[in-house]
């Protein structure tokens, strides 16, 4: 019974089903170790995922294939997630400006407050006068009309 290994070329971001003796060094199973892999007629740095015999190997690939496509997707989500709120991140001009339209906000609440107290002083006074000018109206009414002494 000859022995295969299942391999994740790096170049290509693909799997296989390799010989052993397609694996250049001394096959171990690592997971910081990368090896020299024949392909055809050329060797490509590899990762060593698995060995078993060429069936189990073709078993494991299809699962490596369907966890990659997997990984794969969720990664690139992440990633364009990132990206993204990578671009919401103002630039220091933008911060800038940001920090003046807040002050000037700041600026304009505190304006407002002013003004509407003013207003609302206003509006009591102009109550308070109305009543006034209605009871002097009313004293002026109940006086009995002053005759003019002639001389």
């Known amino acids: 019974m000859s ?7 790096l170049k290509t971001s693909k799997f296989d089903v390799v010989p052993l ?6 096959p171990k199973l690592s997971k910081l170790e990368l090896t020299k892999v024949r392909k ?3 060797f490509y740095s590899a990762k060593l995922l698995f060995f078993g015999s060429k069936d189990l190997c073709e078993e494991r690939l ?3 294939e369907e966890v990659s496509a997997v990984l794969s997707d969720s990664y690139f989500a992440r990633k364009n997630k990132l990206s993204h709120e990578k671009a919401l991140i103002p630039s220091p001009p933008q911060r800038e400006i940001m920090k003046k339209i807040d002050e000037t906000k700041d600026d304009l609440v505190f304006e ?14 102009e109550r308070r006068f109305n009543l ?6 009313e004293i002026l009414r109940r006086l009995a009309p002053v005759k003019e002494k002639t001389a």
């Open 132 to 137: 006034l000018e209605d009871k002097l109206e």
């Open 112 to 125: 407002t407050y002013v003004l509407r107290t003013q207003l609302q002083k206003m509006s009591s006074g």
């Open 21 to 26: 003796s397609a694996i250049r060094s001394e």
């Open 3 to 9: 022995l295969y290994a299942l391999v994740f070329f």
């Open 62 to 64: 299809d699962l490596a």
């Open 40 to 42: 055809g007629s050329r």
